[in-house]
């Protein structure tokens, strides 16, 4: 099967941007503007919220599960990166859940087909603290 070429990096860290609105503010008409229908999320880990989702809904379930199962779950885009082939958003979050509080950071790592997102891997740059932020 023939992949399309990757749009050049500026053009993938304008739809990561755009992806990251998407999901930033439940926007689901948007995400699916920039994402495959088969679009698949690893979330690193053992915790309870760790594992793979794959298909818009299920993704987008899973991003929805993450702000209802917290008192507060904060995220902030620190910047967003391209190379040859994969593209990074870098961001940091702030969360409440259970009595248990968490800040960090997390890096998202995109691979493209064509211009729209296909796969996500999410990679806190505190593993430990993530999953016990979930247990």
Request: charged content about 25%; hydrophobic content about 45%.
């Amino acid at each position: 099967m023939k992949t399309a070429p990757l749009p050049d990096p500026f053009t993938r860290v304008d739809i990561a941007r755009r992806a990251w609105d998407a999901v930033s503010t439940a926007d689901i008409d948007g995400l699916a503007r920039v994402s495959t229908d088969t679009i698949s999320w690893h979330a690193a880990g053992r915790g309870s919220r760790s594992g793979d989702f794959n298909g818009r809904r299920e993704v987008l379930d899973y991003l929805a599960s993450l702000g209802e199962a917290t008192e507060r779950f904060d995220l902030a885009l620190e910047d967003v990166l391209a190379g040859a082939v994969l593209t990074a958003i870098v961001l940091s979050l702030k969360g409440k859940r259970q009595g248990h509080e968490i800040e960090s950071g997390t890096i998202l790592l995109l691979r493209f087909e064509g211009t729209r997102v296909a796969e996500v891997w999410a990679i806190p740059r505190d593993q430990l603290a993530i999953d016990e932020f979930w247990s």
